[in-house]
């Protein structure tokens, strides 16, 4: 048995796994965590972490309101809807 | 294989009425529809491209045809197309018409490109052999000499997009790269893959698989081919914040150039380590093509290789987890019942999502979780500007790094099963995605099954220019396509 808890990670990604599959996952997840152990062993305390490749090239754009679609345009995929709102179950009491 | 057309001659038998963009259109769409090697989700038909075609049959006619005019394009269902269903193969996509185009597809719009249709792909591009794909397996159109009835992968994720080019149902096929998904199966199925510098173009209604690696690019027959299309494609734009404002070169101009001074190429050692020899054959086959040339081959050594794989099996689905949290069945996608909110966001997921998709989400949210962040993530992204360094380093020596593609040529669908060594597919073509570097893979010869091997060609950022014009050089010496 993997001492990862396969319970509690599906629940952080919002997946509810089948049961007869929760094995199948933890097992492939403890491989997974113990082949990218090796970075473990590097010394990296005076390295900055590189989020963005391209560090120097992040570019800013002013805030205009454009309008390049209608509430018709986003709502057009929404599974349910009503009127110009997308519609799910009661949430307040 | 057969040779075929570059769009240069494409454009001219065009512009010389050899040809119409109908007929043109028509000779691809036939081979496309019939889909034998399952590498289209949707081809679109004649009918519903007609006012395209038409309209670029009007440009021709008034001497006024754009640069990609007429083409017939493949596109990676990862693009969003305006009005097209765009299902990043997966289901929970399998519904979703985008309302916009992305900005990839839309500058190869601008340019006259016609479009064929959507090419499979691994589900939400996370997979090395096109086997994730929530509809079906893309077949490798190249056989095994030996055992000509094994059915083979073409590589992945972008693997429709190369099965179609090496099929000949479209001319070219735009990919995306995230790890090697353009460069790898570009190698396995004999053609051109080119992954341009990160930030060169824009990722703007690209599916977000791991936004810090995600790149666009093509794939194609030819090295011209892959500069006609990147020429229509690497511009900067403000939807996307991490598209780089460079001054873009003209990628066509004086790809013919002969190399006016003395330049080296680096070729690393530890790449070499635990090759087979016909691998180790590719490198030497290109080496010995360029030996009448002014080049320099020096070895070099990285010290970061062996962490390069690691380093992006955490940061990669890291960044999934979070770019997939926005599928919950509520504004688009495939939606199950539930009796309250939470419910549905649960049902959708999990019955929406496939096993390695699943799996990749899990691995991102254990390594972002509380406790394990600084462990796994953060040392991770440490790592990553060791690796980046590390290529900076060895880019002070040499002007380009000479390395296989792939460890291997196309298996067999099915043979890979555990994870770890699917994985392994890409240790050539991860480390030049973490640093951002560009990075084109190009056919070198056939393996003794008679399967396509290729070499990739690394460039120092931004340097697409310089590294085409070395790529057209070895695609003439090495003479692949006669």
Not at chain 1, 12 to 28: D, R, T
Not at chain 2, 54 to 59: G, L
Not at chain 2, 171 to 194: E, H, K, Y
Not at chain 2, 260 to 270: L, N, V
Request: charged share 25%; proline share 5%; hydrophobic share 35%.
């Amino acid at each position: 048995m993997s001492d990862i808890d396969i319970k509690r990670i599906s629940y952080l990604a919002k997946l509810k796994l089948p049961s007869e599959k929760e094995e199948f996952y933890s097992q492939s997840l403890e491989d997974i965590i113990q082949w990218v152990d090796n970075l473990k062993k590097i010394d990296t305390s005076n390295v900055k972490p590189l989020h963005n490749v391209t560090e120097a090239t992040v570019s800013i754009r002013n805030d205009n309101i454009e309008k390049n679609n209608t509430p018709e345009d986003v709502l057009k995929n929404s599974p349910e809807r009503a009127q110009n709102f997308f519609k799910v179950p009661k949430v307040v009491e | 294989m057969p040779k075929r057309q570059p769009i240069s001659s494409l454009v001219n038998s065009l512009k010389e009425k050899k040809i119409s963009v109908h007929e043109l259109f028509d000779q691809f769409h036939k081979v496309a529809k019939e889909n034998k090697n399952n590498s289209y989700n949707l081809v679109l038909d004649p009918d519903y491209q007609k006012s395209n075609i038409e309209a670029s049959q009007e440009r021709y006619s008034a001497g006024t045809n754009l640069p990609l005019d007429g083409i017939p394009l493949g596109i990676k269902d990862l693009f969003c197309t305006k009005g097209i269903t765009t299902t990043a193969s997966s289901k929970i996509l399998s519904n979703f018409i985008p309302q916009y185009e992305s900005f990839v597809t839309q500058q190869l719009l601008n340019d006259g490109a016609i479009f064929i249709g959507k090419n499979n792909c691994d589900e939400f591009a996370m997979g090395s052999s096109n086997e994730t794909s929530h509809f079906g397996p893309v077949v490798n159109p190249w056989q095994n000499k030996n055992n000509p009835s094994e059915k083979l992968v073409p590589g992945g994720s972008s693997g429709g997009s190369a099965a179609a080019v090496a099929e000949g149902s479209c001319v070219a096929s735009m990919g995306t790269d995230t790890g090697g998904s353009i460069r790898q199966p570009a190698s396995l199925c004999g053609l051109v893959g080119l992954k341009p510098t990160f930030g060169s173009c824009s990722r703007w209604g690209i599916v977000a698989f791991a936004s810090s690696l995600d790149q666009a690019g093509p794939i194609t027959n030819c090295v011209e081919d892959a500069a006609y299309i990147l020429n229509s494609i690497s511009k900067h734009d403000f939807n996307d914040s991490t598209s780089s404002n460079y001054q873009r070169d003209d990628y066509i101009k004086d790809i013919d150039k002969k190399l006016d001074h003395k330049i080296k190429i680096g070729i690393p050692s530890d790449y070499l380590k635990n090759v087979t020899p016909e691998i180790t054959a590719q490198i030497e086959n290109t080496k010995k093509s360029l030996a009448g040339h002014d080049i320099e081959f020096i070895d070099v050594a990285f010290e970061t290789t062996d962490y390069a794989l690691s380093t992006y099996y955490i940061i990669a689905p890291a960044e999934a987890s979070s770019n997939l949290a926005r599928y919950d069945g509520i504004r688009y996608g495939v939606r199950e019942e539930g009796s309250n909110l939470d419910d549905i966001y649960l049902n959708s997921r999990t019955s929406g999502f496939g096993d390695e998709v699943t799996r990749r989400i899990l691995i991102g949210t254990y390594v972002l979780s509380a406790g394990y962040y600084d462990a796994y993530y953060r040392q991770a992204q440490k790592v990553r500007r060791l690796i980046k360094d590390d290529f900076q380093r060895v880019f002070q020596e040499v002007d380009f790094i000479l390395t296989p593609t792939t460890p291997n040529e196309a298996f067999k669908i099915g043979e890979k099963l555990d994870p770890i060594a699917m994985y392994m597919n890409d240790v050539f073509t991860v480390p030049t995605s973490l640093a951002g570097l560009p990075g084109i893979s190009l056919p070198s010869g056939l393996s003794s099954n008679g399967l396509p091997l290729g070499v990739q060609i690394i460039g120092n950022y931004f340097e697409e220019k310089k590294l085409l014009q070395l790529s057209n050089l070895i695609e003439k010496e090495l003479s692949f396509n006669e």
